[in-house]
């Protein structure tokens, strides 16, 4: 009792130190939370930065995953938003987070002495990241202004507020550490964090510019060189006798098995694995943000072998969730349809450029995706230390040779 007295009075005295700063900063546990401060967001750049789409993924649970959401307030009115994600890695059930085969060093350890024992003996079963950002989708969303004019201050706050969401977490959890995910290249991130924060290259993100000529994907097909626009049509026509549909609200709920255990399959593929979606996820996206997402199903007969999630704005559309049944993959050149299926549907919605995100860098700019080169930042407490970590986490492989261009001229895209 004393103990909580005590924890209580030391967090009023942080509250009122914190308020008579300017900007200062407060911290949320849910969606619910920030409309009582008034908080609005447009989904406007972005369709995945929303409060909607913050509250579906709440409600979805992922395992192990709790979330916060920081605002910046300066003036008395709220200047950006910071979402966090606070994840749990089980030690005992490391192979849930890591493809443990994926990495070198984890199969010549062994023995008492090897890393992963030591982490099990030190902090016997869980350590807590806390992520800024969203570690389903790739891109720089750990900093949302509130105020268009303002991102480039918001972002140098980035720092300042992880600190204060240590402190404000630490009643209730001990963070090992702190992962900012992602800045691509172009982004003055190296003068936002000190010493503390280890800077770590990934895999680059996936990105595609439509071309305002691209009224159909017929008209795309037309940019493609030859040898591209064929192996295209040749992916088409191995498609065949499967077909595919947008889900509507009631289809996504009765495929919803079908649908979480494709996704699965395709998930437990990934070498980092922060946290997985759960099976409500699909219900969430498509009842409380129907006119932003587009679910599709892709069918042999009546059974569902793959689909894909995405999201949309005015400009942007992310690709976001796929998953399919990988015994179809050759024969119906499943993946590569999949893909040409994603960018038919941002070519009809108007959109002016696509996210695919990571991996599969070869196939993605088959198709005319650019590689963006991404990085994230990496604070470890202690008694872990980044070179413990180091072998563990820096997986990116080069990617400059498996780069394709598919276009008949680079001016396609740049006229």
Known sequence: MFYIICKKARKERRDAENKKKDPHFTIHSSVADLKEEGIIL??????MVSLSYFESLERSEPLRMKFYYCVAWKNGNPIALYPLQLYTINLKTLDDFLDLNAFEPIKVLN?????????????KSELHVLVAGNAFITGPLHTISLNDDNLNYAQKLLPEVLDFAEIELSDFYKIHGIVVKDFLSGSDSNSTFNSSYN?????PCMEMELHESWKTFEDYKEALSSKYRVR????????GTLNSKI????????????????????????TIRFSMLSEIYFKELINNLSDEVLIRGFFDKKKMVAFTVSLHSSNHFEAHIAGMDYSYNRKYSLYLNLLTFYLSDAIQLGCQKISFGRTATAIKSSIGAIPKDAICYLKVNKPLSFEHLKPYINTRKSSEDLIRSPFKTELTLDS
């Not at 023995?111 to 902090?123: E, P, R």
């Not at 800077?199 to 895999?203: M, P, Q, S, V």
């Not at 295209?232 to 498609?239: G, L």
Request: proline share 2%.
């Open 42 to 47: 447009s989904t406007a750049s972005h369709p």
């Open 111 to 123: 023995g008492h002495a090897s890393f992963l024992q030591k982490l099990l003996f030190t902090f």
């Open 199 to 203: 800077k770590i290259t990934l895999e």
């Open 232 to 239: 295209i049509n040749k992916a088409q026509e191995k498609f």
């Open 247 to 270: 889900l509507s609200k009631s289809d996504v709920s009765n495929y919803s098995e079908d649908l979480f255990k494709l996704y699965e399959e395709m998930h437990n593929k990934a």
